[in-house]
């Protein structure tokens, strides 16, 4: 079975700073792995998408994860963190149990920037 | 093009109420989703349609009711809700069930009264 863990429910950073926000994965199979954005009151937005080509990941507005498989990891950087980041970012992790992709999402970690 | 597109944008219903939500997409995608996301927690897989045909329910009650009338339209009817039925409703959808990146409409903030 797949699960996914968001080390953390709630990330503060100053205007400028760099940003990361940690994910761990368990997955039986080769995953693909995700990082949604949301804003308040908003659908989801992808950022980025990791399916075994390169481990390092660029996404749109700066973003990017790395894959460790050693360490089921894939945690999402910026190196410098703009007011309008501020939202909530779940991880997503996806795998073919059954010859069909299912999503399971981490419970999200909220981002504040401060200014 | 990434649209998915939703209306309406809030709903507010009686618990007697009729109600349809509608989700649309011209990506030729064929796999349509929909989700129900509680404040603060992260969406919960609702239904799955494949190829208009009904693929997953995940255990959902049924006064909520899909319907897929095209490959490029999904409704969700909503009849006779209970209050915590209200959340966001999100619709999404992939190439294909087997393709795993699903994009996400901007959802329909239902509230029951």
């Known amino acids: 079975a797949q699960s996914v863990t968001q080390l953390d429910s709630h990330v503060s950073v100053s205007e400028g700073t760099p940003v990361l926000l940690r994910c761990n994965y368990s997955s039986s199979y080769s995953p693909s792995l995700f990082w949604y954005v949301q804003h308040p009151n908003k659908g989801l937005q992808l950022l980025l998408k990791?399916?075994?080509?390169?481990?390092l990941v660029k996404g749109i507005n700066g973003f990017e994860a790395e894959f460790k498989k050693s360490e089921t990891s894939f945690h999402l950087t910026k190196p410098s963190a703009h007011m309008s980041d501020a939202a909530e970012y779940f991880c997503?992790?996806?795998?073919?149990?059954?010859?069909?992709?299912?999503?399971?999402f981490g419970s999200g970690t909220r981002l504040q920037v401060q200014p | 093009d990434t649209e998915v597109t939703q209306t309406p944008k809030h709903l507010v219903m009686g618990m007697t109420n009729k109600k349809s939500l509608k989700c649309e997409q011209h990506m030729g995608h064929r796999a349509m989703y929909w989700y129900k996301q509680k404040a603060k927690k992260p969406p919960e897989l609702m239904f799955v349609y494949s190829y208009e045909k009904l693929s997953i329910n995940e255990s959902v009650p049924s006064r909520f009711s899909p319907e897929c009338p095209n490959s490029s339209l999904l409704n969700l009817h909503l009849h006779a809700l209970q209050p915590e039925d209200s959340a966001l409703y999100l619709c999404?959808?992939?190439?294909?069930?087997?393709?795993?990146?699903?994009?996400f409409g901007p959802g329909t903030r239902l509230t029951v009264l």
């Open positions: 997503v992790v996806s795998d073919n149990p059954t010859g069909r992709r299912a999503l399971t």
């Open positions: 999404a959808s992939s190439q294909g069930l087997t393709t795993d990146t699903q994009y």
């Open positions: 990791y399916t075994s080509a390169a481990t």
